[in-house]
């Protein structure tokens, strides 16, 4: 499954960059996650890591998710891994042509190649619905992040 979706947002790269790196507020700025634990304290960079708890297809999941690049204040990607499943998700944010804020770009991939033949079979059956559910949380974090950075830029 591979997703692109992308957002204008009314505040500067710099601002979208200080929400989508703010990973301890997390579960006060996206509304779709419910708890966030920092396994590795410091700063926004590679390496850093943390639980995210989230609701999905109704249920509580928790992912371990790793920062593996950061580029500030253009582009970042993480990666989670969850069963033989790596799900990548790379932002990026570029300042708008006419100088009105900031495009924000989210593109999330998952790859099942070493995932176990069922977990195949499953992902296969249920990849529109999974595919729809992903969407639609994508479209809400986006919208959340542009909401905050826009709040901050005030």
């Known amino acids: 499954m591979q997703l692109d ?4 947002v009314a505040a500067d790269p710099d601002a979208v960059w200080a929400v989508l790196t703010d990973i301890p507020s997390a ?3 996206l509304s779709g996650v419910l708890a966030v634990e920092i396994l590795t304290p410091g700063p926004y960079q590679p390496g850093l890591r943390w639980r995210e708890t989230r609701r999905m297809f109704g249920m509580k999941a928790t992912e371990e998710m ?6 500030p204040p253009h582009s970042t990607a993480i990666v989670a891994e969850n069963g033989g499943t790596e799900y990548k998700t790379v932002f990026t944010v570029t300042p708008r042509p006419d100088g009105a804020g900031s495009t924000l770009r989210m593109r999330f991939a998952a790859h099942t190649a070493h995932a176990p033949a069922i977990s195949r ?4 059956v249920m990849g529109g619905l999974a595919e729809r559910s992903t969407r639609k949380a994508m479209e ?15």
């Open 121 to 124: 079979v499953a992902m296969a």
């Open 5 to 8: 979706l992308s957002r204008d």
């Open 140 to 154: 809400q974090d986006l919208a959340d992040i542009a909401a905050e950075a826009e709040r901050r830029a005030v």
């Open 27 to 29: 579960h006060r700025i």
């Open 66 to 71: 790793m920062v593996v690049a950061a580029e």
